[in-house]
């Protein structure tokens, strides 16, 4: 099968804010759709290819969202031409609740019957997901504009968006699986995944993000709340791969049962002690490792400081996410 190819010229004002940056738009082809800029006396053609409409869609909204956040390059045009359906959103999959289950007391497992799986199964774990604003409401799915970026709807259909983890995905069955912390006070996502019942439909924006690591060693720390990508990327761990877990708990009552290959081990420590875990943990192993770490905001701001300061790791080799706040919600 040939596939999708989209296009977008850029000339005069566009040219040059761009013509710094063709360099870091080559290197923005990943998971599964390629980038290539091509240079003539007409202009710049910037191009993407990728086997299927919805990749197509993806690649269309990353590229245009990183083009965008690059110097001077906010306000540019861009409009995409050639394949994709200009109508839809292709990265914007429409989720039904299958069943739940309680993991432990705080966890809630929501497995959903998505209409295309596949499209979850590689390094981007995280989607976005979109939620009515109050139980049983409705909400609208945001439109592409020509950048192929979502127009969100206004008022009472503005869905809440919140960003979440795709726990495991079994694409022979077409379900995805999401845990979700149940934490208090409840915001609107943990209501929903606390009340909803076999049928509710939400939506799910993504995957978005940067790609896992696959360093030879992988540094991971979190709370129950990067549960979920620890303990997929352990699942998932390839031969010549390793990884050095480190997950804080509010209680003990969370912790998982968790076949670990032989290449990884996990270890569960309490909330407070995970700072001091990871400042303690013995460094030396060089180039070959990368760190990560999902917890509160302050939190992730210590953590920042330890893998930078105290294991020593240059900026590329590690990334620290704040994956909540516990003074409100943090902005998508
Ligand atoms: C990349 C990424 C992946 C994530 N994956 C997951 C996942 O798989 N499962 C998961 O459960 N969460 C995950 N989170 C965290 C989740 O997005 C936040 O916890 C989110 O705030 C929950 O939304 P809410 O509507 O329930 O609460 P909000 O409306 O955002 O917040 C309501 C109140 O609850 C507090 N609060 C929010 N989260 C927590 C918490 N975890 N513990 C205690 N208090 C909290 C806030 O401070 C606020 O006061 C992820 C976040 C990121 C950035």
Redesign the pocket.
């Known amino acids: 099968m040939t596939d999708l190819v989209a296009y977008c010229r850029f000339s005069g004002a566009a040219l040059e804010a761009l013509a710094g940056q063709l360099d870091a738009i080559d290197r923005l082809g990943a998971g599964g759709f390629r980038v290539s800029c091509e240079r003539s006396r007409q202009g710049l053609c910037l191009s993407l290819s990728a086997a299927d409409w919805r990749r197509l869609a993806l690649a269309k909204a990353r590229i245009a969202g990183e083009i965008r956040r690059m110097p001077g390059c906010a306000n540019l045009a861009l409009a995409w031409a050639g394949d994709g359906d200009p109508e839809r959103l292709g990265h914007v999959q429409r989720w039904h609740v299958s069943r739940a289950s309680q993991v432990t007391p705080h966890?809630r497992r929501i497995s959903f019957a998505v209409e295309d799986a596949a499209f979850y199964a590689g390094d981007l774990?995280?989607v976005r997901l979109l939620?009515p604003q109050r139980h049983g409401g409705v909400f609208a799915y945001p439109k592409p504009c020509p950048a192929g970026l979502p127009v969100w709807p206004e008022g009472e259909l503005m869905p809440?968006l919140?960003?979440?983890?795709i726990?495991s995905v079994r694409t022979e069955l077409g379900e995805v699986d999401?845990?979700?912390?149940l934490?208090?006070?409840?915001?609107?996502?943990?209501?929903?995944?606390r009340d909803c019942r076999p049928g509710d439909e939400i939506g799910a924006l993504g995957p978005?993000?940067q790609p896992i690591s696959h360093a030879p060693l992988r540094i991971l720390a979190g709370?129950?709340?990067?549960?979920?990508?620890i303990l997929r990327q352990i699942e998932e761990c390839r031969p010549g791969e390793a990884i050095d877990a480190y997950v804080a708990l509010a209680d003990d009552a969370e912790r998982q049962e968790v076949a670990l290959p032989e290449a990884c081990r996990l270890h569960w420590l309490r909330y407070g002690d995970l700072v001091d875990a990871l400042q303690a943990r013995p460094c030396g192993e060089g180039d070959g490792v990368f760190a990560y770490s999902?917890t509160?905001l302050a939190t992730s701001q210590r953590l920042k400081s330890v893998f930078g300061g105290d294991l020593g790791l240059p900026r590329g080799q590690f990334r620290c996410?704040?994956?909540?706040?516990?003074?409100?919600?943090?902005a998508?």
């Open positions: 966890l774990h995280h939620l809440v919140r960003n979440y983890t726990r999401v845990d979700f912390v934490h208090e006070p409840a915001g609107p996502a943990t209501a929903w995944a978005i993000g709370d129950e709340t990067a549960l979920p990508t999902g509160e996410v704040a994956y909540w706040r516990a003074q409100g919600a943090i998508p």
